[in-house]
């Protein structure tokens, strides 16, 4: 009797410890993945408050590396400080209480593919060696992720790992490419699925640049599914042809300087660049919350 009994006391015990760790376990995923990937439901300025942009002010100094697309989000930074004040300026070493943004700071490399697949990964590194007071390293894409395959990703996502295992106090941001107009079965989509897919399997911060601009700011219609490219240009008819540009169409029903504001966008429309800005605001605000 003495011996059942304390084979059911083990077994109650073991299973509450495996609940315990579940839940635990379950708990941390939710949290750690909090705001991991910043996407089109990450473009509300209103779910951001000043405190929490303050403390990403305080705590981050990021450095950036791209080419004109990547553009978008720098330009769309910048408009936002004209549009809505100083609680969003940045600069190159954060003076006078602005976010410390260092824009293109790297030597050998543009951006991901530029000059070649691997160049930014090295430059990266010799930029982290001079600068230890970086913390977010975040590089984009051109045009490149449209004609990788699957190993070309894969190497990608092998650098940015290796480089987080070396620099395991700097949070490295991975990034989807630009649409193309190419639609969800092509080449483009596959490859930004893969590194999406990469990212949510190992809780890594992506900022999904093509997914922010498959998207109105009412974030009804996937506009990547109509054959959108990085113009904003779609096809609104069915019939194989962009024939619309859905950031034209919201802006001239949405007040300028009210619901979105004027500023460069390399290759595209400032909505877009609009979008890219709130999404990036998103991104240093949840960054800021993990260190």
């Known amino acids: 009797m003495k011996s059942l009994l ?24 939710g949290s750690s993945g909090s705001g991991k990937t910043i996407d089109h439901t990450n473009i509300n300025l209103e779910d951001i408050s000043s405190n ?16 004109s697309h990547g553009s978008q989000i720098v330009d769309g930074m910048s408009g936002l400080v004209m549009f809505k004040g ?26 991901l593919g530029n000059p070649n697949r691997t160049a930014w990964a090295e430059a990266t590194r010799i930029y982290l ?8 390293i975040i590089w984009s ?12 990703i894969k190497l990608y996502l092998d650098l940015m790992t290796q480089l987080e295992e070396e620099y395991p106090s700097v949070v490295f941001v991975y990034m989807t ?15 930004n699925e893969q590194i999406r897919k990469y990212c949510r399997d190992n809780n890594k911060f992506l900022y999904d640049f093509a997914d922010i601009e498959s998207y109105d700011p009412d974030g ?7 054959y959108a490219n990085d113009a904003c240009e779609y096809d609104s008819d069915g019939n194989d042809s962009r024939d619309a540009n859905w950031a034209e169409d919201w802006r001239d029903v949405h007040e300028e300087n009210v619901d979105w504001y004027m500023c460069g966008s390399q290759h595209s429309d400032a909505l877009n660049a609009n979008q890219k800005a709130y999404a990036a605001w998103a991104l240093w605000v949840a960054i800021a919350k993990r260190l």
Request: net charge negative; hydrophobic share 35%.
């Open 6 to 29: 304390h084979v059911l006391l083990y077994a109650l015990s073991f299973l509450f410890l495996s609940f315990f760790f579940q839940c635990s376990s379950s708990t941390d995923a």
């Open 52 to 67: 929490e942009i303050e403390n990403a002010k305080q705590k981050l100094h990021i450095a950036y590396g791209h080419t």
């Open 86 to 111: 100083d609680l969003y300026a940045f600069n190159n070493g954060g003076s006078n209480g602005a976010l410390d943004f260092r824009d293109k700071p790297f030597s050998g490399a543009s951006d």
């Open 129 to 136: 060696n001079n600068h230890n007071d970086i913390n977010v």
């Open 141 to 152: 894409w051109c045009g490149q992720v449209s004609n990788a395959n699957e190993d070309s």
């Open 177 to 191: 490419g630009h649409l193309d107009g190419s639609g969800e079965e092509e080449n483009l989509n596959q490859r």
């Open 220 to 226: 009804e219609t996937n506009y990547m599914l109509l």
